[in-house]
């Protein structure tokens, strides 16, 4: 879910500016300027699978933008009285929020939690000229109808100092904050799982394996690598076989035993007998969030947004502490030590998602959006029909 009018990127060191062009909501759009005379080095480029890495992020991009956090604070403060509005599929948490305003003390963030009605009270929202969210959110796939819509400010994110290497994936208005991915869930005390779809047709796992019926997904990296129609040729012979059950609770008889495999993405259950493993033509894919067109507090949203994607003291509790380990896994673009330093879930999911880039996942881009969109409505459509 995650278009937006020109920006006017304005070189003044130390100053954040605002754009002389008017949005589609009738206010002006802030922009950032990376400051007169910055001097930000070039990526030290690692390419894990589709993902390019920059291990000097943090020596040489981080300070830029940690320095323009600073003036987007002092102008969300000025802003909608310093209300910050924040709907995505599940409303923050109050540790979240915390860790936010223990740097931005005088922002009050109001959040809801949506889930598949989060695109319509979007569009609602706007509609009806109710206060909106200011951030929006998604994968490239998932956010193809409210991109499409016009819901995201053209920010220039580059101008803050964010590599360009990292706006590269997707439209460069989306700041990439994530990765997800499509994975076999196993309990590793029941059975030992294949490393691809195909193998699933083994006898063994007659009875064994579950899916969500909205998860279709799960089976597009499959498509992308070998076809629609392989796809779709492979999700019937999952369900005829007796293989494949549809749960809405995956969860329960994964960690009993009852189906100890399960197609999904990451893990939340700390059950030390859960193991998630990448799988051949498994999907993985980047997050991103942005600036709501519609939004009252833009400056709040860049400041939220780029402070939750890269701020390095957020990532190190994310990554170490269990309160944390259920957050998504940060941007695979971020340097290695980042993850080197995960523990417990944190480390559980981001070993997966990083193993299956770097094994060749199947990851979606903003050319092949629309390819992926189709491959996911034909597994849907076999997944369900």
């Given at each position: 879910m995650r278009t937006r009018m020109g920006y006017v990127a304005v070189a003044a060191a130390g100053m954040l500016l605002l754009s002389s062009c008017?949005?589609?909501?009738?206010?002006?759009?802030?922009?950032?300027?990376?400051?007169?005379?910055?001097?930000?080095?070039?990526c030290e480029a690692v390419e894990v699978g589709a993902i390019t890495?920059?291990?000097?992020?943090?020596?040489?991009n981080w300070p830029e933008i940690d320095r323009q956090l600073d003036a987007l604070y002092e102008q969300a403060k000025e802003t909608d009285g310093g209300?910050?509005?924040?709907?995505?599929w599940y409303e923050l948490g109050p540790e979240v929020i915390a860790a936010f305003n223990e740097r931005f003390p005088d922002l009050t963030i109001e959040t809801r939690g949506l889930t598949y009605n989060l695109s319509s009270a979007i569009i609602s929202a706007k509609a009806t000229g109710s206060r909106n969210t200011d951030v929006v959110s998604g994968s490239i796939t998932s956010m193809a109808a409210m991109y499409d819509e016009g819901f995201w400010e053209k920010v220039d994110w580059s101008s803050f100092g964010v590599p360009k290497e990292y706006l590269e994936l997707g439209a460069p208005e989306l700041l990439p904050d994530s990765i997800n991915g499509s994975l076999m869930q196993v309990n590793t005390d029941k059975i030992e799982a294949p490393d691809s779809l195909d193998?699933?047709?083994?006898p063994e796992y007659t009875g064994k394996v579950s899916v969500a019926a909205y998860n279709a997904v799960v089976f597009a990296g499959y498509g992308?690598?070998?076809g629609e129609d392989a796809m779709v040729d492979l999700i019937g012979e999952l369900k005829s076989s007796g293989t494949l059950s549809l749960l809405e609770d995956q969860n329960t008889p994964l960690s009993s035993g009852d189906v100890p495999i399960a197609l999904n993405q990451t893990l939340f259950n700390p059950n030390p007998s859960l193991a998630a493993q990448p799988f051949e033509h498994s999907g993985v894919w980047a997050q991103f969030s942005g600036v709501n067109t519609d939004a009252k507090n833009k400056p709040g949203a860049m400041l939220w947004v780029l402070?939750?994607?890269?701020d390095p003291d957020w990532l190190k509790l994310r990554m170490t502490d269990e309160r944390f380990a259920t957050t998504q896994v940060p941007y695979a673009g971020l340097p290695s030590?980042?993850?080197?330093?995960?523990?417990?879930?944190?480390?559980?999911?981001?070993?997966?998602l990083l193993t299956g880039l770097e094994s060749g996942a199947e990851t979606e881009t903003q050319d092949t959006r629309d390819e992926w969109n189709a491959l996911i409505n034909a597994a849907d459509a076999a997944l369900n029909g």
């Amino acid at each position: 879910m995650r278009t937006r009018m020109g920006y006017v990127a304005v070189a003044a060191a130390g100053m954040l500016l605002l754009s002389s062009c008017a949005t589609s909501s009738g206010e002006a759009a802030p922009t950032a300027a990376a400051g007169e005379g910055a001097d930000i080095a070039p990526c030290e480029a690692v390419e894990v699978g589709a993902i390019t890495r920059c291990e000097n992020f943090y020596e040489d991009n981080w300070p830029e933008i940690d320095r323009q956090l600073d003036a987007l604070y002092e102008q969300a403060k000025e802003t909608d009285g310093g209300r910050l509005v924040i709907w995505d599929w599940y409303e923050l948490g109050p540790e979240v929020i915390a860790a936010f305003n223990e740097r931005f003390p005088d922002l009050t963030i109001e959040t809801r939690g949506l889930t598949y009605n989060l695109s319509s009270a979007i569009i609602s929202a706007k509609a009806t000229g109710s206060r909106n969210t200011d951030v929006v959110s998604g994968s490239i796939t998932s956010m193809a109808a409210m991109y499409d819509e016009g819901f995201w400010e053209k920010v220039d994110w580059s101008s803050f100092g964010v590599p360009k290497e990292y706006l590269e994936l997707g439209a460069p208005e989306l700041l990439p904050d994530s990765i997800n991915g499509s994975l076999m869930q196993v309990n590793t005390d029941k059975i030992e799982a294949p490393d691809s779809l195909d193998g699933l047709l083994a006898p063994e796992y007659t009875g064994k394996v579950s899916v969500a019926a909205y998860n279709a997904v799960v089976f597009a990296g499959y498509g992308k690598a070998l076809g629609e129609d392989a796809m779709v040729d492979l999700i019937g012979e999952l369900k005829s076989s007796g293989t494949l059950s549809l749960l809405e609770d995956q969860n329960t008889p994964l960690s009993s035993g009852d189906v100890p495999i399960a197609l999904n993405q990451t893990l939340f259950n700390p059950n030390p007998s859960l193991a998630a493993q990448p799988f051949e033509h498994s999907g993985v894919w980047a997050q991103f969030s942005g600036v709501n067109t519609d939004a009252k507090n833009k400056p709040g949203a860049m400041l939220w947004v780029l402070w939750n994607a890269y701020d390095p003291d957020w990532l190190k509790l994310r990554m170490t502490d269990e309160r944390f380990a259920t957050t998504q896994v940060p941007y695979a673009g971020l340097p290695s030590s980042l993850f080197d330093e995960a523990t417990g879930l944190m480390k559980t999911n981001a070993d997966a998602l990083l193993t299956g880039l770097e094994s060749g996942a199947e990851t979606e881009t903003q050319d092949t959006r629309d390819e992926w969109n189709a491959l996911i409505n034909a597994a849907d459509a076999a997944l369900n029909g």
